[in-house]
């Protein structure tokens, strides 16, 4: 069962754009938030994350942004640039667990 | 930069052997956690530990896997018997805290790839 879900398999930004990563979650249960990112032939890297008592978090380039009543998230990346070509995954865990439950990853291509 | 490492990078066994996948989690870590992911499909929970002992595990965790952590740096996956659709790239992980208070640390990866 999906209950995390990044719809988008893709997308591809030029370079000082931004890009826009949504997820969405059906388990309500879940009220931690994380993105990872991961290059090929690596492990998934740690970028950002946000609680459920938060609408927004910010990290430099990055802001992740919560809206709990539409189980729904995003991660902005402002610019974009071309090392941020990668697959973003989204990942959630509940206050009793110690799982990440992920979605399937969106491939970001920021193009010069 | 201290880093979770795994290995070997690539396993290849036949089907119904045993494997061991090896992780030696960031050495200050106290919760370690092992996933999967299958090829063009999420990454998937396995298994998290802590004091010894498992803490949760998913579904996909069943008899046929176990882990352990021998000594004070390594933490090992087996699989007793490998299926073809136990083929997957799998994932150590390592957090200081619980989850939601420390992000956990994901090492490379060992393919492995069941014939």
């Known amino acids: 069962d999906q209950q995390v879900k990044q719809n988008s398999p893709s997308l591809s930004v030029q370079e000082g754009r931004i890009s826009i990563l949504n997820c969405d979650y059906t388990?309500?249960?879940?009220?931690?938030f994380l993105w990872y990112k991961k290059y090929p032939a690596e492990g998934p890297t740690f970028l950002i994350s946000?609680?459920?008592?938060?609408d927004k978090n910010e990290d430099g380039r990055f802001t992740v942004f919560l809206n709990k009543s539409a189980k729904h998230l995003s991660l902005h990346i402002v610019p974009s640039q071309p090392g941020d070509s990668a697959v973003y995954f989204c990942?959630?865990?509940?206050?009793?667990?110690?799982?990440?439950?992920f979605g399937k990853g969106t491939s970001l291509l920021v193009t010069p | 930069e201290p880093e979770v490492t795994q290995t070997p990078s690539h396993q290849v066994t036949q089907m119904g052997q045993e494997v061991i996948l090896r992780c030696v989690p960031i050495?200050?870590?106290?919760?370690f956690y092992w996933y999967r992911q299958i090829l063009g499909q999420k990454v998937e929970f396995l298994v998290s530990?802590?004091?010894?002992?498992?803490?949760?595990k998913s579904e996909i965790f069943d008899d046929q896997f176990s882990v352990e952590r021998p000594d004070g740096s390594n933490f090992t996956l087996k699989i007793r018997s490998t299926k073809l659709e136990d083929s997957a790239m799998y994932f150590c992980?390592?957090?200081?805290?619980?989850?939601?208070?420390?992000?956990?640390?994901f090492g490379p990866g060992t393919r492995l790839t069941v014939t």
């Open positions: 992980a390592s957090s200081e805290t619980l989850p939601r208070v420390s992000e956990q640390y």
């Open positions: 388990n309500s249960m879940f009220d931690y």
């Open positions: 946000i609680s459920s008592i938060k």
């Open positions: 990942a959630a865990c509940s206050n009793s667990g110690y799982a990440l439950n």
């Open positions: 050495s200050n870590h106290l919760y």
């Open positions: 530990f802590y004091n010894n002992e498992i803490s949760e």
